[in-house]
T-cell receptor, first 113, second 118 residues
Framework: AQSVAQPEDQVNVAEGNPLTVKCTYS??????LFWYVQYPNRGLQFLLK??????LVKGSYGFEAEFNKSQTSFHLKKPSALVSDSALYFC???????????FGTGTRLQVFP | GAVVSQHPSWVICKSGTSVKIECRSL??????MFWYRQFPKQSLMLMAT?????????EQGVEKDKFLINHASLTLSTLTVTSAHPEDSSFYIC??????????????FGNGTRLTVT
């Protein structure tokens, strides 16, 4: 079965420190990979995507993600966290030849001042 | 660009009544829209894929007679929760892909509708 795993329900980090939010996937073929962020009672906002090419993808608000094909991972990173980054982050995968997105269970990021 | 507007943002209704949620793409045409349901502290569950001018495709386990979807134009899809019950209380989110479905294009999401059935 195709799936996306976000192993951490919550990640806590101090402001100014680097952050990593983990994501692994199980999808046949070469999927497209996405990260979204959700603020309370809001929809999802697109952060970045990996389609092909360079394994390090840069996105909005200083976020980046590293694609690792051998480990089937797509971890979200940011060199220096801000309190305003505190939100719920979703990793999503779109299998080949489909327009549907499969979402992970989400990771709540809490950045402390 | 690529703004998706969802209305209402929250609604409270009595058990047994029906509620309609609208999803509009404001500055682009959306041939395909998706409806998701999100339970507290859980991920998004795809309910159905809405295609302009044709019947929606529902995911397994989703009752199509209860969750009526209409995609009458390239900028509007509606979800009607019929004969709502308290267990239908949830956060419903729509999304759309800009232009024709493109596998490497991100989806654009509405801000969601919080439905509470009393």
């Amino acid at each position: 079965a195709q799936s996306v795993a976000q192993p951490e329900d919550q990640v806590n980090v101090a402001e100014g420190n680097p952050l990593t939010v983990k994501c692994t996937y199980s999808v046949s073929g070469n999927p497209y990979l996405f990260w979204y962020v959700q603020y309370p009672n809001r929809g999802l906002q697109f952060l970045l995507k990996y389609i092909t090419g360079d394994n390090l993808v840069k996105g909005s608000y200083g976020f980046e993600a590293e694609f690792n094909k051998s480990q089937t991972s797509f971890h979200l990173k940011k060199p220096s966290a801000l309190v305003s980054d505190s939100a719920l982050y979703f990793c999503a995968v779109r299998p080949p030849d489909t327009d549907k997105l499969i979402f992970g269970t989400g990771t709540r990021l809490q950045v402390f001042p | 660009g690529a703004v998706v507007s969802q209305h209402p943002s929250w609604v409270i209704c009595k058990s047994g009544t029906s509620v309609k949620i609208e999803c509009r793409s404001l500055d682009f045409q959306a041939t395909t829209m998706f409806w998701y349901r999100q339970f507290p502290k859980q991920s998004l569950m795809l309910m159905a894929t809405s295609n302009e001018g044709s019947k929606a495709t529902y995911e397994q386990g989703v009752e199509k007679d209860k969750f009526l979807i209409n995609h009458a134009s390239l900028t509007l899809s509606t979800l009607t929760v019929t004969s709502a019950h308290p267990e239908d209380s949830s956060f419903y989110i729509c999304s759309a892909s800009q232009g024709a479905p493109s596998y490497n294009s991100p989806l654009h999401f509405g801000n969601g509708t919080r439905l509470t059935v009393t």
